[in-house]
């Protein structure tokens, strides 16, 4: 059990560490917070599971990922909800759309060159089981 604990705090530091990676780009900004209802009024009315990179920080530090995997869907779910949100032709729209799959590539990229694949079937098996 205490190496459990081990892995899933070792994993914990490793995605702080992507969090941070991603919320410091300024490519990702409008990605860092929850959206502010009182500016964009409309935005819950048309995303109803709303992410940013702030909120994955704290589900981080509350043990709320036991594998990259987990956190990568969180990060699936930012690029979404962009992609529904800013549908137009327009360039305003257009570019949040290519931000949110640089986002998308980064993340995954990060994750891919930086975790042992071990550790994350590692991570996996764990989460299964619980
Ligand atoms: C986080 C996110 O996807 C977001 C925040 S503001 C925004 N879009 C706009 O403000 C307008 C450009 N067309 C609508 N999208």
């Given at each position: ?74 990060i699936?779910?930012?690029v ?19 931000r949110a799959c640089s986002l998308r590539d980064y993340a995954f990229t990060l994750?891919k ?18």
């Open positions: 059990f205490e190496t459990e604990e081990h892995t899933l705090r070792e994993l914990r530091i490793f995605l702080r560490e992507i969090c941070k990676k991603l919320a410091n780009n300024r490519l990702f900004y409008m990605f860092t917070k929850p959206v502010d209802t009182e500016e964009v009024p409309d935005y819950p009315t048309i995303i109803k599971q709303p992410m940013d990179l702030e909120t994955m920080m704290t589900k981080v530090d509350f043990h709320q990922y036991e594998c990259a995997k987990d956190f990568l869907n969180d699936e779910l930012i979404q909800n962009a992609l529904e949100y800013n549908p137009a032709k327009t360039s305003a729209d257009k570019q949040i759309r290519h994750i060159n930086e975790m042992d694949s071990d550790f994350e079937d590692k991570c996996q098996d764990i989460s299964k089981k619980r």
